[in-house]
């Protein structure tokens, strides 16, 4: 099973300041790569997939970059609709995994 | 638009079953891969399921092989999961989605409780 970390495990950002979120996974998984944000109380949404291609959606301020191993999500000035929590799931092996999340909180 | 309704869920003793159901509307259901993912309280999600588009392959999580199957009936546009032998470990809420590899669309999810 391929274990997908990220970090950090909380992220404390100002509005308007830039967040960067990392996810690695222990085995090369390709561009098979997807980034989903949850907020309290609901379903997660995917936001990102193929570690690049930004989802229906999501505003251009959200970019992902990576591939193999080694990922980024970048959030350009935060607004305050996009504090919540970040997972990172790799769809490229059985089983798909998820990352243990980020959550990205109000400084 | 997109619509996942998923039911079935509740609270169930250790050992028990139950069958979730996911009504899905607004796309071509059997065109696309589908898949059931769970979430314990305060965690992250975790994959459970996922079978084809035309039901002919399925894949399931090491945690609940040969306990869940997951299955699905394209005449009436819904996806199933049957669960049994539960364990107080299956308490989560139960996210019916749309899409495998990735997973695009998450419904709202029914809450599963096994407890005695």
């Known amino acids: 099973e391929i274990v997908m970390t990220q970090s950090p495990g909380t992220l404390s950002v100002s509005p308007g300041e830039r967040a960067t979120l990392s996810c690695r996974a222990s085995?090369?998984?390709?561009?098979?790569l997807a980034w989903y944000q949850q907020k309290p109380g609901q379903a997660p949404r995917l936001l990102i997939y193929?570690?690049?291609t930004r989802a229906t959606g999501f505003p251009a301020r959200f970019s992902g970059s990576g591939s193999g191993t080694e990922f980024t999500l970048t959030i350009d000035s935060l607004q305050s609709e996009d504090f919540a929590v970040y997972y990172c799931?790799?769809?490229?092996?059985?089983?798909?995994?998820f990352g243990g999340g980020t959550k990205v909180e109000i400084k | 638009e997109v619509q996942l309704l998923e039911s079935g869920g509740g609270l169930e003793q250790p050992g028990g079953s139950l069958r979730l159901s996911c009504a899905a509307s607004?796309?071509?259901?059997?065109?696309?891969?589908m898949t059931w993912v769970r979430q314990a309280p305060g965690k992250g999600p975790e994959w459970v399921s996922s079978?084809?588009?035309?039901?002919?392959?399925?894949y399931h999580a090491d945690s609940v092989k040969g306990r869940f199957t997951i299955s699905r009936d394209n005449s009436k546009n819904t996806l199933y999961l049957q669960m049994n032998s539960l364990r107080v470990e299956d308490t989560a809420v139960y996210y019916c989605?749309?899409?495998?590899?990735?997973?695009?669309?998450w419904g709202q999810g029914t809450l599963v409780t096994v407890s005695s």
């Open positions: 085995q090369s998984v390709s561009s098979n």
């Open positions: 989605a749309k899409g495998r590899q990735p997973i695009d669309y």
């Open positions: 799931q790799q769809y490229n092996n059985w089983p798909q995994t």
């Open positions: 079978i084809s588009g035309s039901g002919g392959a399925t």
């Open positions: 193929g570690a690049s």
């Open positions: 607004g796309f071509t259901f059997s065109s696309y891969g």
